[in-house]
């Protein structure tokens, strides 16, 4: 008889318990000790034919860097990571990893799969690179940079970040242009600080400038200065990471009564501005005793936390469908509920109602059915006529999605944009109508995630780095 094979059980990680978090910003996963993350790196199968790194936007190799962990080389971790991720420490805390690397790891067809990104997660805080060189490429070696080559990129999420951070170690110095008062665009203003600490961020960027890119805050391209300008001006390519930052509404009477928000505004309050530190920091943000959040994604679940964590004693998150179609990822939808979020599913808004003073007391819902799947593949929600219920409420924020922000598409003469008004660029390179104009991320794509955006950054820094470099581009590490 085949002697059977026991697979242990996915290494857990120590969090906050949810009492506990529902009252602080602090951040809910602690992370793994160095002996938890051998344990669950030696449950990888080190497959011949890895699957997992194909499920990576930006190809880490998985199988590689967890080899090195089980046999406690974590500098050679780093190293094999670094190779191909530019954040390794966000992509650690953000990524939906069960639908790209875990999702294709081999052991998760009968079992768990192996815990890849709780593991890159682990690696990335671990690593005291021994200089900036080494923080970015894993290894001692860095060209000079090559003054004559500048590069711009215009906005500083996680796009451009990996975009800047593939062409510094080639040598070809970025500049990036952010439009707001610090860096990390979505990262920094639309993640709260429970799931990726600003320091996170701010270490990576740090590590970016050590290697020479540069930072230019407060700089509006398509206002303060154009694309065209900037090629002008000696730049040699621009890449256009600017996100998909235009709020969408629901469209329902009511909407601009006070205590409604977009849930881009209230997350850049909270997040950005530090409104939760009022009257600390001059941005006031409404605490509302019963908030409603409508919207069934990674955005809503952050505004529904968010919310908790200002005071409230009531935090709804209003869904047209079931439970099961939500969006957002399993982790942060379980860390919801597990801190007291209720869901109200197969509701949908039909008005807002206010007192005479134009101040939010309260939503009327559609109550829906599932009908037959629409073009996304999830079940159409179908409006039940007549039955509606009343939520009393002081405070609404709408997590319903974001559209193009027009700021610099409408003053890029010659730029070809789609019917919905993102940038049209090649999927393989990232170029678009403009000659030496590249862009990528939510404003190609519309909304998706960090690490796909990040994909894009990547595909268009290689091309770039090709076009300048020449025959003398040598990739440091693929």
């Known amino acids: 008889m085949a002697k059977k094979i026991i697979v242990p059980k996915r290494t857990s990680m120590s969090m906050q318990a949810p009492e506990v978090r529902r009252d602080n910003f602090n951040e809910v996963a602690l992370g793994y000790t160095l002996a938890e993350a051998q344990t669950e790196a030696r449950r990888c199968l080190q497959c011949k034919k890895p699957t997992c790194q194909a499920g990576c936007p930006v190809e880490v190799d998985c199988r590689g860097f967890i080899r090195e962990v089980a046999e406690g080389r974590l500098d050679e971790a780093f190293r094999a990571i670094k190779a191909t991720n530019s954040l390794p420490a966000v992509c650690g805390r953000v990524c939906p990893q069960e639908n790209q690397c875990e999702g294709a790891c081999t ?7 192996v815990a890849i990104g709780r593991l890159e997660r682990f690696v990335a805080d671990s690593h005291y690179a021994s200089s900036a060189c080494q923080s970015l490429t894993g290894g001692d070696e860095c060209p000079l940079p090559q003054e004559d080559l500048r590069v711009a990129a215009v906005g500083s999420g996680p796009a451009s970040l990996t975009f800047a951070g593939y062409l510094a170690t080639r040598g070809i110095p970025v ?15 639309g993640i709260p600080e429970f799931r990726l600490p600003k320091s996170i961020v701010a270490l990576e960027v740090e590590q970016l400038e050590a290697q020479g890119v540069s930072f230019e805050t407060n700089a509006v391209v398509g206002r303060t200065v154009g694309v065209q300008e900037l090629l002008n001006q000696g730049f040699k390519a621009v890449f256009v990471g600017v996100g998909a930052g235009l709020p969408r509404f629901l469209g329902v009477p009511g909407e601009n009564l006070i205590g409604v928000y977009s849930a881009n505004e209230y997350l850049t309050r ?3 501005m530090k409104g939760y530190r009022f009257p600390e920091y001059d941005t006031p943000v409404t605490r509302g005793r019963r908030v409603a959040v409508f919207g069934g994604g990674n955005v809503a679940m952050d ?15 209003v869904y047209r469908r079931t439970r099961d179609e939500m969006p957002a990822r399993l982790e942060e939808l379980e860390h919801a509920v597990e801190e007291r979020v209720e869901l109200v599913c197969l509701c949908g808004p039909l008005e807002f109602s206010g007192d005479d003073q134009g101040r939010l007391t309260g939503v009327r819902l559609q109550k829906m059915c599932l009908g037959e799947p629409d073009e996304s593949g999830r079940c159409r929600p179908v409006c039940l006529e007549g039955q509606t219920e009343s939520l009393e409420i002081d405070m609404a924020v709408i997590a319903v999605g974001t559209g193009s922000n027009p700021v610099l598409t409408r003053n890029t003469p010659g730029l070809e944009l789609n ?3 993102y940038i049209v660029a090649d999927p393989e390179t990232g170029e678009t109508s403009l000659p030496n104009v590249f862009a990528g991320g939510d404003i190609v794509t519309g909304s998706a995630t960090v690490v796909m955006a990040m994909g894009a950054g ?4 290689k091309v770039v780095a090709a076009r300048l470099l020449g025959a003398t581009e040598v990739p440091i590490r693929e």
């Open 107 to 113: 052991l998760g067809r009968k079992y768990e799969p």
């Open 175 to 189: 500049t990036v242009f952010e439009a707001m008062h610090e860096v990390g665009g979505v990262l920094v203003y």
């Open 270 to 272: 909270v997040n950005l």
């Open 303 to 317: 505004s529904a936390r968010t919310a908790l964590r200002l005071g409230a004693d009531k935090v709804f998150i």
């Open 419 to 421: 019917r919905r008004g």
């Open 458 to 461: 990547r595909r268009a820094a």
